[in-house]
C-alpha cells in the first residue's frame, strides 16, 4: 500500500534553514506529481508546491516564492523541501501528498503522510 | 482569506442530508477539477472526491460532489455521529499557478 512517511521537522530560529524529506513506497513514485501541503496551528490547509513527476516543473505559493525549493530524487523515491528564511508564519504541519493520477498535473492529492511539525521560534 | 470561500460551519442530525460548498472564480472551479478532502483532529486530511465527482476506492457512496460554473458542492447522506470532522474543497488556480484550498467547514452531527 501507499506510504508516505514525512521527516525533518523540528524547531528552529527565525532566519535559519530546514529541510523536508518524504520517503516514499508502495508505487510508482517516478510516475506521480507531489505536493507539499501544511496547515498552521488551529488554521486550515494552505498549499505549498508542487513537483512533476520528472521534477521538469515546480510551482508555489506566493508566500515562499525564493525561499521554498521543492525537489525530488525520483531514485531514492523521496521528496523534499528545502526551507530558507524561516519566520513564525511558517509554523505548521507539513504533509507531502500523491497525485491522484500518474503522468498528470494537479489531479487532487490521493494520499498524505502523517506530517511533521516545524515550529519556527527564537 | 482563502481563495475558496466555504461556510465555516454546518450541522444535521444523524441520518439526514447535508450539503457543503465552494465558490470560487473562472481562474479556478470554473476550469480546473475540483477535490474534497475530510480530517479528523490531528490527522491527516483523507480525499474523499476527486475529478468533481468520483469517489476513490473505499469511500462510501454517501459521499457525493458535483460542480456547476464557478461553485463546487459536497453531499453527505444518512449523516453518521462518524462524520463530525472538517471538510476542505480544493482545486488548481490557473491565474495564480498555485494549488488553492478552501477555508475549511466543521460538520457537526447533531
Known amino acids: 500500500q501507499v506510504q508516505l512517511v514525512e521527516s525533518g521537522g523540528g524547531v528552529v530560529q527565525p532566519g535559519r534553514s530546514l529541510r523536508l524529506s518524504c520517503a516514499a513506497s508502495g508505487f510508482s513514485f517516478s510516475t506521480y506529481g507531489m505536493h507539499w501541503v501544511r496547515q498552521a496551528p488551529g488554521k486550515g490547509l494552505e498549499w505549498v508546491a508542487v513537483i512533476s513527476y520528472d521534477g521538469r516543473n515546480q510551482y508555489y505559493v506566493e508566500s515562499v516564492k525564493g525561499r521554498f525549493t521543492i525537489s525530488r530524487d525520483n531514485s531514492k523515491n523521496t521528496l523534499y523541501l528545502q526551507m530558507n528564511s524561516l519566520s513564525a508564519d511558517d509554523t505548521a504541519v507539513y504533509y507531502c501528498a500523491k497525485e491522484v493520477t500518474d503522468y498528470d498535473f494537479w489531479t487532487g492529492y490521493r494520499n498524505w503522510g502523517q506530517g511533521t511539525l516545524v515550529t519556527v521560534s527564537s | 482569506q482563502s481563495v475558496l470561500t466555504q461556510p465555516p460551519s454546518v450541522s444535521a442530525a444523524p441520518g439526514q442530508k447535508v450539503t457543503i460548498s465552494c465558490s470560487g472564480s473562472s481562474s479556478n472551479i470554473g476550469n480546473n477539477y475540483v477535490s474534497w478532502y475530510q480530517q479528523f483532529p490531528g490527522t491527516a486530511p483523507k480525499l474523499l472526491i476527486y475529478d468533481n465527482n468520483k469517489r476513490p476506492s473505499g469511500i462510501p457512496d454517501r459521499f457525493s460532489g458535483s460542480k456547476s460554473g464557478t461553485s463546487a458542492t459536497l453531499g453527505i447522506t444518512g449523516l453518521q455521529t462518524g462524520d463530525e470532522a472538517d471538510y476542505y474543497c480544493?482545486?488548481?488556480?490557473?491565474?495564480?499557478?498555485?494549488?488553492?484550498f478552501g477555508g475549511g467547514t466543521t460538520l457537526t452531527v447533531l
Open positions: 480544493g482545486t488548481w488556480d490557473t491565474s495564480l499557478s498555485a494549488g488553492v
